[in-house]
């Protein structure tokens, strides 16, 4: 069984992949029919995922999103914070993410917070 932090690496690895290609392979680890939603955005599907994604990472260019604290999961849920910083620099977001895995340990639902934004 895979612990919450092997879920919460895997899972902001896919945020932080450079390359469209990559990012669609580790896609296919998560339940065909995934669900994301946050207060900015929202995607049905592994698909519609990945092209959310994308559009993320070219809104947000040179930032990436490091794991902030330790990863804690109950039952099929997988919690953990995050951070979007440049390499050096502050961050201008922080947020919580509660993750669902359907039985095979996929992800099957994402429900992001955002904790705080900066300007």
């Given at each position: 069984m895979r612990s919450p932090l092997d879920t919460a690496t895997d899972y902001l690895a896919v945020w932080?992949?450079?390359?469209?290609p990559e990012r669609?392979?580790?896609?296919d680890a998560w339940h065909?029919?995934?669900?994301y939603r946050d207060p900015l955005m929202e995607a049905d599907g592994r698909e519609a995922?990945?092209?959310m994604i994308e559009g993320a990472r070219e809104?947000?260019?040179?930032l990436a999103f490091r794991l902030h604290g330790t990863p804690d999961g109950h039952g099929p849920f997988v919690r953990?914070?995050?951070?979007?910083?440049?390499?050096c620099g502050p961050a201008v977001a922080a947020g919580t993410d509660?993750?669902?895995l359907d039985a095979a340990g996929r992800i099957a639902e994402v429900i992001g917070f955002l904790d705080e934004v900066r300007s």
């Open positions: 932080n992949e450079a390359s469209a669609r392979r580790r896609l065909p029919d995934a669900r995922v990945a092209a809104r947000f260019p040179g953990f914070s995050w951070a979007l910083a440049p390499d509660v993750v669902r």
